[in-house]
């Protein structure tokens, strides 16, 4: 269904929570078969004793995030990562709620098409606001909002002095080349 354009018509894709390599990459595949189309992907997660985290209670480990995701060496324009989970208030009773990124990024997206031009960055304190989110899974300094972006992964992040709001920090792609 994917790969035949006549079948299911789409500019972004998101699998909220799959973030095996087997899903993800058949994900990527299909995108770039279509040639018009580009995931938001959720990452593996890790922990500190490098184990991947399957509950949402358990903090990540930014570095070993970082080492897992980079061990897989992609190389797409037609997909961008994001990381990590964060909290959101649920629309229909604004009880706290903790998502995977893309789901966050969908709004992001959609958001910013709707204020900018397509081509702009889907990021930043003007575009990038994930909006309901009130918090990131993992508070991050400047060291490691560039570790993450040098790995091609894109931070979702609180800045500073703004406590209560979420905001995508990168808007790479997993392709190589600059």
């Known amino acids: 269904v994917l790969r035949d354009k006549s079948a299911a018509e789409f500019q972004l894709l998101a699998i909220p929570g799959?973030?095996?390599a087997a899903i993800t990459d058949y994900a990527i595949t299909a995108c770039e078969d279509r040639f018009d189309a580009m995931l938001i992907m959720d990452?593996?997660?890790?922990?500190?004793?490098?184990s991947v985290?399957?509950?949402t209670l358990i903090k990540p480990s930014v570095r070993k995030?970082?080492?897992d995701f980079s061990n897989r060496v992609l190389n797409s324009s037609f997909a961008a990562a994001y990381f990590p989970d964060v909290l959101i208030r649920r629309p229909s009773d604004h009880a706290p709620i903790v998502v995977p990124p893309s789901v966050g990024m969908l709004?992001?997206?959609s958001r910013n098409d709707s204020i900018a031009d397509p081509w702009f960055a889907p990021a930043g304190l003007e575009r990038g606001r994930l909006i309901n989110a009130m918090d990131s899974q993992v508070q991050m300094n400047r060291?490691?909002?560039n570790e993450l972006y040098d790995a091609d992964i894109n931070p979702i992040y609180v800045p500073a002095g703004r406590s209560g709001e979420v905001y995508a920090f990168g808007q790479k792609t997993l392709l190589q080349d600059q």
Not at 43 to 50: G, P
């Open 18 to 20: 799959q973030k095996a």
């Open 43 to 50: 990452i593996v997660s890790k922990d500190a004793q490098d």
């Open 53 to 55: 985290i399957e509950d």
């Open 65 to 67: 995030t970082i080492k």
């Open 107 to 109: 709004g992001v997206m």
């Open 143 to 145: 060291d490691l909002l």
